[in-house]
């Protein structure tokens, strides 16, 4: 048609014009289809990374929970309830033919170890003594007190580790002063001397404390065997599983890594990795960052050798340095200060002769650590647990966010969390009105209904010792930190118990659950068992909210819906841009061109043939520049497709499910784009072209030249 | 006399332009009929109304008061989709200034309307192209863009363009103003040599070697016209006149 012939003209005649036109919608298109697969692939890669290692397809939780679900952390509480009778919903959602497995949760955080924060509070001491603060006061004391309390726990451990005549004369004092600073007379004459037991605690203690960070832990209570059946991205690394109906704890390799090994020899891996990346020391500023706590913080290692083992490591060192040094920290120090050229010898060097004096680990497994918690009621919990082992999720090794999750068993979970049923709460009252006791510290009742469970442990649960009642007790005193620390020893004492307990999957499934993930059966889509399980739920009167991986995961979940908005507010923000251009660029033509239109008008060409003209205008623009986009496009998305991004940052493998995203090409997503163009143009063609229609004929007439 | 039914016909027609507030008459009470097969120069001076009535007549301007009728068409009660059919099937358009469209070229431009039309195939448009190019004697510039013709190539390309839906009556603006004398001359030439085989024109002009050459002149002064002399009969030999 000749409409279309003389739009081709126009465009080509234009040259300059059309090319920046054309350049912004190839541009656009590009990024239409670019985004477009990086979206999904995203998403793709994040479902699985969050499916197949924490949330499973769908979580079910008590439908009456206070705040949502969020596994991966959020804004909001975590109150979410429990599952009142699990049993019951693992039978009826199994029962699916949709469901694959129904994997019981709870999910919480704890602590191990106490340690530096013990400078911060001795400062906040101080300073409430010189205000004459004495509530304040009072509370940083007991706090002060609690932490030496169990500092001094960590170093009789740690005494049962190495061999105490092995120790230098320097940690042998420090454990004498901790052991005072721990005892009752020590804070019982507080008053009478305040600023010399501040000073005390200040030059004595806190270094002890130095390098003994809490590791905060967030774990998830769960049956470990079916958990590591269930979840294929599951794996161990080392140790075993936790056997079948025992308790125990298993490491997220990174978290291990992280957080409990030695903080100079990960500050080493961490080098060996950056520099592996083709990073320099010379040049890298994290590198020297951490070449610089390498040698400020040389306690770290000092504080873990003996005397003959500082003596081992001093020759070591001599002998690289080439040095007749004596003084060890000197020799520390010149040995972490270390270059390009050094490095690889010195880190071999570091793991093949200091390392095996050291404490790598602080906890290794086949070890018992002690968890740390707060129940849900809010009182200080502590449960001693048996280090099976760690595991890995395939491929997100180094993501800290799947990395962040634990596991422990669901009765070591229960005790931690310590919730009490309604029906445990009337029994507990029964209990207490038997007894004549006013009150029972609720921690005590409930770790003492909790054991009932498996009968044998009831006795030693209750055989919390009378202070912790006491303290909890005491109004003034508020809820007590002496609380935990006696918690912890009357734990402790049980503990060696606990750890031989054998649950049968009865007892098992039986206690407090949170919520459970749910996996489908391979080829059922989301969706579908989304509907499957909701309408079990209803059917059965489970109680259970039901809700998709996305919505479990929290905010995470929404990532790709950030990513989704500013990328396409960009795309947007481009095609307005040439939306505009393009408009701009057609007023004017169709101004240049009144002559013309004028004359087709005389002549007799409607207003709808003009209105073609430049309908066909714009689908050439759209048909040629969407071609080269979506083309180009395509290209770009299939390169990297195959060949696939890099994870820049750790936190990028978990979102690409490994260390690289391979982009995925799909038709729609080209059809979309160009769809896209199509209406872009259409839109920036509709004012010009109506300015067009109403040029008149007289216009032609009249003389312009 | 004794007429045929006029193809145009102007009955008492007054146009005035607005110039902000200032009423400009350009055309006062104009009477004017004429037949099928007429050779007709509307002369006059600068500024006396002669494009205005050529746009009248053409149906791309309307009357202020007074009725014009083309084809038998009040052109005043007619829509403006049905004007531009009347444009289109009617009428034929010669402009002072060519008005090609500069991305088509010659044999595109004489093929556009026709394609407007609708009516014919793609030989037939072919046909009927090629041979009114080689009438007006520019068939071997079929395949030149207006850019690559001279003034008088380009206007026979327009005469061309203005003839091929045959239309009964072909209006002409000045169509010899931007071409030499000699140029101007062949033109007429050509027009009379249509006009001959029959199409009616109707055309202004200033200049008075081409009034001369008109079978009829209707001459305006002031919006009015002052004279109104026919020269030879519809279809009259000007070969015996020249003679
Ligand atoms: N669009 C207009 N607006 C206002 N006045 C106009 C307009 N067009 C024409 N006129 C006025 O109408 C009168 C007639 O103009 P017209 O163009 O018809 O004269 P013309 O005989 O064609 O002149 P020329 O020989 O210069 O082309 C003139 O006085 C002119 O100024
Ligand atoms: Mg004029």
Redesign the interface.
Known sequence: ??LF??AL??L??HKTKTLIVGGLLVFGTLLVVLGQSLLTTLDQSMARSIVNSVAGHLQVYAADAKDNLALFGSFEGTEIGQIKDFPRVRKVLEGLPEVQAVIPMGIDSAVVFGGNVLDVKLEQLRAAEKQGDHARSHALRNHVRRIVVMLHQELKNLNGLVDKAKLTEETRQGLVDVERAAAKEFWDSYETDVLGHLEFLENKIAPMALGEDMIFLRYIGTDTNRYAKAFDLFEMVDGQPIPAGKRGFLFNKLTYEEQVKHKTARRLDRMRDRLAGGFQLATDDELKNWRKLNKDQHKEITYQLDDDSAAAVRKALQAELKSSETDLVKLIVAFMDMNDQNFARRYKLFYETVVPHLNLYSVKIGDTLTLRGLTASGYPTSVPVTLYGTFRFRSLDKSAVSGAANLTDLNTFRDLYGFMSADRKKELEALEAKSGVRAISRDEAEAALFGGEGEEVAPEAVAVTPTAVEAALDPTEGFDEFAGVDMATGAKTHGASLADLTYTQAQTDGGVVRNAAIMLKPGVAVADGLRAVTLAVEREKLGLKVVDWRKASGLIGDFVWVIYVILFTAIFVIFIVALVIINNSMVMATMERV??I??????????T?ILKMFAAEAVVLGTVFGAVGVGLGAAIVGTLGYVGIPAYVDQMVFLFAGPRLHLLLSPTHLLFAWAIVYVVAALSTIYPAYLATRI???Q??Q??? | MDHPPAIVRLTGVDKDYLLGKVVVPALRGIDLAIQPGEFTVIAGPSGSGK?TAL?LI?C??VATRGIVTVDGHDTAKLS??DL??L???R?G?I???F??????DAF?NV???L???RKLTKAERRERVMDLLQEVGIDQYAKHRPNELSGGQRQRVAIA?ALV?RPQIVLA?EPTA?LDSETGNAIVDLMEKLNDEGTTFLFSTHDPRVVDRAGRVVRLMDGRIVEDVTRRAVGASRIAQSA
Do not use: C, H, Y
């Open positions: 048609m000749v012939r003389i003209r126009n080509w005649s002559r013309e004028g004359t087709m008008r005389a002549i007799g060409a409607q207003r043939e008149t004929p007289l032609a007439m003389d312009a030249e | 494009t746009n053409g791309v301007d403006e989709r531009t059919k444009r289109l099937e009428l358009f402009f002072q200034s008005n090609l469209v500069g991305v088509l595109q093929e556009f309307p394609l407007l039309q363009r839906t603006d931007n």
